[in-house]
């Protein structure tokens, strides 16, 4: 993603990257399917596509929706309008009615890396690779949403300290731990190695000091590019659990210390770039991932240790890039674009945001 795209998205608007964007995906290395794709496991859900809409078209490319859900009927969404690279910058969008009606915010609401804090309040990082201060250090920006989300009440400058000679690239998740405490997915690449190194920082104290908790997984082996760009959700029993690109197969690991460990990562689909993952209420745990497609998996008992066959919600030009959240009646909401990317044209002469909404039950 261009450095222009970010500062216009972390200044005011969404934090979000894309790595390596319009590269193909990489052949696997013989090292990166140390483990079998999970059996699939569909005989415990019913799962119904009830409508694909769009969410805004223009005649500019749109790409890399991010989405966060608020109190109520609240959904904030951040995508890139633009050619990748050359003219993108962020815009956002607001819905008050749960996804039917969307439009321009007149304040800046938190993006779709956001979470929501049990207080009201709203949570998102800013680190981007910056460069290191003079003692080691990068700096970070915590930033705080109050009315759940709709407006941006705090900047906390605070910095990241670590044993890692890497510029950390905050992606995708932020979770309040039953501490109080706040940890966050980092990913980027050490100095002296190829491949992406994913790891989890935390902080105690509302983001003034950030620390290394753990490395999620890093390997000089698997993938064409490492293990990047987590998504991480907690579990109902508590586990932390991750889903991981490569540059090849997508690998899932977990935790079940909070954090502080993490097991072998294990491969869950033979592609897949920016995994989201959703737990929802009715304890179904949700996968979305893309390129090729744009491609849905369920795991019915929410453990993420068995999942369903893949569903394909869209064959197409796009970034293939995707964002889940549950609907206000528990429907799953995922969010996709239809449009040019790159050098690839999109299918008519305006592109499109799109959001598609699924009944997600078990039986």
Same mark, same amino acid.
């Given at each position: ?132 201060? =003079?003692? +080691? @250090?990068?700096?970070? $920006?915590?930033?705080?949403?109050? &009315? *759940?989300?709709? /407006?941006?009440?705090? #900047? ?21 731990? =039953?501490? +109080? @405490?706040?940890?966050? $997915?980092?990913?980027?690449?050490? &100095? *002296?190695?190829? /491949?992406?190194?994913? #790891? ?23 993938? +064409? ?17 991750? #889903? ?120």
């Amino acid at each position: 993603m261009s450095a222009t795209l970010m500062k216009s998205l972390m200044n005011p608007l969404a934090l979000f990257l894309a790595l390596s964007p319009c590269m193909a995906r990489a052949a696997e290395s013989p090292q990166s399917a140390k483990a079998a794709i999970p059996k699939p496991d569909a005989k415990d859900l019913d799962v119904e596509i009830l409508r694909t809409v769009t969410v805004f078209e223009a005649k500019e490319h749109l790409n890399f929706p991010w989405i966060f859900r608020g109190p109520g009927k609240f959904l904030s969404l951040a995508c890139s309008t633009g050619l990748h690279t050359k003219t993108e910058r962020g815009m956002r969008l607001i819905s008050t009615d749960d996804g039917d009606t969307w439009t321009k915010p007149t304040e800046t609401p938190v993006g779709g890396m956001g979470t929501l804090l049990p207080d009201g309040r709203a949570v998102v990082l800013s680190c981007w690779g910056p460069e290191p201060n =003079p003692n +080691g @250090s990068y700096p970070t $920006t915590t930033l705080f949403y109050t &009315d *759940g989300g709709r /407006k941006r009440v705090e #900047a906390v400058a605070g910095t990241l300290t670590w044993p890692l000679n890497m510029k950390p690239h905050f992606h995708r998740n932020i979770l309040q731990m =039953p501490d +109080g @405490s706040l940890i966050a $997915t980092i990913y980027g690449r050490q &100095d *002296g190695h190829k /491949k992406y190194t994913s #790891a989890l920082i935390r902080t105690e104290d509302g983001g003034k000091r950030w620390t290394l908790l753990s490395i999620i997984a890093h390997s000089e082996q698997v993938g +064409g590019e490492g293990f990047c760009e987590p998504a991480m959700v907690r579990l109902t029993n508590g586990d932390l659990f991750c #889903a991981m690109r490569t540059g090849g197969p997508l690998y899932t690991t977990r935790s079940t210390n909070g954090g502080r460990t993490w097991s072998t990562p294990v491969v869950v689909a033979d592609h897949g770039v920016d995994p989201d993952l959703l737990l929802m209420e009715n304890g179904v745990l949700a996968l979305s991932y893309g390129r090729p497609n744009v491609d849905l998996r369920f795991s019915a008992d929410g453990t993420g240790l068995n999942w369903s066959p893949p569903m394909t919600l869209y064959r197409g030009p796009g970034c293939s890039y995707t964002s889940l959240v549950e609907g206000a009646n528990h429907d799953l909401l995922a969010f996709f674009s239809q449009s040019g990317f790159c050098g690839t044209p999109g299918t008519g002469p305006l592109n499109m945001m799109r959001m598609a909404r699924l009944s997600v039950r078990r039986k």
